[in-house]
């Protein structure tokens, strides 16, 4: 049983011991000891403190981030609807345009029609006018070839202008 428990002598050295180290620890290593947690634990305390204003910041990054890509939307939406505009706008102007110069161009050519059309007619009536000249100059030759018929006609033509 000695061997389990120790002598009187043995625990007293070993308090005394105990006691010269925990004195050492106290007088030299304690103090940088507890200073270099505590500054650890500063440390650690401001690397969560920036990794939490990081995150906040980056929360805030985003979210400008969205209200400038929701910005650029609108915008591109914006110059799309004027961009369809301006082409509606066009392409009216353009039919506008081509209907105008198609109205003139039937208008020039109905009016060179009833040009063509008039000149066609005045030139088939000087026809029927030397037509009917000819004519009438061979029936008159025919028919007032004799003299009586020549007296007759005179005749008659002098009573109707005193009649009227």
């Given at each position: 049983?000695?061997?389990?428990i120790?002598?009187?002598?043995?625990?007293?050295?070993?308090?005394?011991?105990?006691s010269?180290?925990?004195y050492i620890?106290?007088?030299?290593?304690?103090?940088p000891?507890?200073s270099?947690?505590?500054?650890?634990?500063?440390?650690?305390?401001?690397?969560?403190?920036?990794?939490?204003?990081?995150?906040?910041?980056?929360?805030?990054?985003k979210?400008?981030?969205?209200?400038?890509?929701?910005?650029?939307?609108?915008?591109?939406?914006?110059?799309?609807?004027?961009?369809?505009e301006?082409?509606?706008?066009i392409?009216?102007e353009?039919?506008e345009?081509?209907?105008?110069?198609g109205?003139?161009?039937?208008?020039?050519?109905?009016a060179?029609?009833?040009?063509e059309?008039?000149?066609?007619?005045?030139?088939?009536?000087v026809?029927?006018?030397?037509?009917?000249?000819?004519?009438a100059?061979?029936?008159?030759k025919?028919?007032?070839?004799?003299?009586?018929?020549?007296?007759?006609?005179?005749?008659e033509?002098v009573?109707?202008?005193?009649?009227?």
């Open positions: 049983m000695d061997l389990i120790p002598g009187s002598g043995l625990i007293i050295w070993q308090i005394i011991g105990f010269i180290l925990l620890l106290a007088k030299f290593a304690w103090k000891i507890l270099a947690l505590e500054e650890r634990e500063t440390h650690i305390d401001e690397a969560l403190k920036s990794a939490e204003m990081a995150r906040n910041e980056m929360a805030n990054l979210a400008e981030n969205e209200k400038i890509i929701q910005e650029a939307k609108i915008e591109r939406d914006e110059m799309l609807l004027k961009a369809t301006t082409a509606r706008m392409v009216e353009a039919k345009k081509a209907q105008e110069e109205a003139k161009m039937i208008e020039n050519a109905k060179a029609i009833q040009t059309k008039d000149a066609a007619l005045e030139e088939v009536k026809q029927v006018g030397v037509l009917s000249l000819d004519i100059e061979k029936l008159l025919k028919n007032f070839s004799k003299d009586a018929a020549q007296q007759a006609l005179v005749e033509l009573r109707d202008l005193k009649l009227n």
